[in-house]
C-alpha cells in the first residue's frame, strides 16, 4: 500500500512540476494537457484523473509558484531597503517575464484571475512587511500605496525590458523612487 501510495504521489509531483514548466514555456491559454503529460511522462487521462481539469492542474501549479515567489521576496530583513529590493529584482529577472505574460491574459483565463489577486494581495503584504519599519505609524495608506507601486512587476519591465536599463541601472532607480517617497513621509 506505502509503495503504491508513494508511488501516485511521486506521479502528481511529476505532473505538477511539467505543468510549471509549461506556464514557464507559454500562457497559459497556450498550455496543453497533452503536453504537461507528455512532459510528465503519463497520459492525459492519468492528468485528468489526478487533476480534474484543466483549471485545476493549473491553479494547483500556480500556487506551487506562489510559495516559491514569497520565499524568495522576502529574502531580506523588514527595512533593509537595498536588500528588499535587490531580493525584488532577484524575484523578477526570474520570474518578471511569467508574471507579466500571465497579468496579460487575465482576462481572458478565468482560472488565473484569483491566483493573480492573490498576487497583487501578497505583494502589498510583501511590501508591508519589508517597510515595516519605515511605515510605523502611518495608517493613512498613502505611503504603502506608493511603495507597492514603486517596487511592482510593471516598473521593473519599464525599466528593463521597456527601456533597456541594466539590472544595476534598474535597481539603482527603484532605490531612488523608494528613497524619495520614504523621505517625503
Known amino acids: 500500500m506505502r509503495v503504491r501510495a508513494d508511488s501516485a504521489n511521486a506521479t502528481r509531483e511529476r505532473i505538477l512540476e511539467s505543468a510549471v514548466a509549461e506556464l514557464w514555456r507559454r500562457r497559459g491559454s497556450e498550455v496543453r494537457l497533452e503536453d504537461v503529460a507528455a512532459r510528465a511522462g503519463v497520459t492525459v487521462q492519468t492528468v485528468l484523473r489526478i487533476f480534474g481539469r484543466r483549471s485545476a492542474l ?25 536588500g528588499t529590493i535587490t531580493a525584488l529584482f532577484d524575484h523578477y529577472e526570474d520570474m518578471g517575464d511569467f508574471v507579466i505574460r500571465n ?16 498576487g497583487r494581495r501578497a505583494h502589498r503584504q510583501s511590501m508591508q512587511r519589508q517597510f515595516a519599519p519605515q511605515l510605523a505609524g502611518r495608517q493613512d495608506g498613502v505611503l504603502l500605496d506608493a511603495l507597492v507601486i514603486a517596487c511592482d512587476v510593471y516598473t521593473w519591465k519599464l525599466l528593463r525590458r521597456d527601456a533597456g536599463r541594466t539590472r544595476p541601472d534598474a535597481e539603482a532607480c527603484v532605490r531612488f523612487i523608494v528613497s524619495r517617497i520614504l523621505e517625503a513621509q
Open 58 to 82: 493549473l491553479a494547483s501549479a500556480s500556487t506551487q509558484l506562489r510559495d516559491r515567489i514569497l520565499e524568495q521576496r522576502e529574502s531580506a530583513a523588514p527595512g533593509d531597503i537595498a
Open 103 to 118: 497579468l496579460a491574459e487575465e482576462e481572458a483565463l478565468p482560472e488565473l484571475r484569483e491566483w493573480l489577486e492573490q
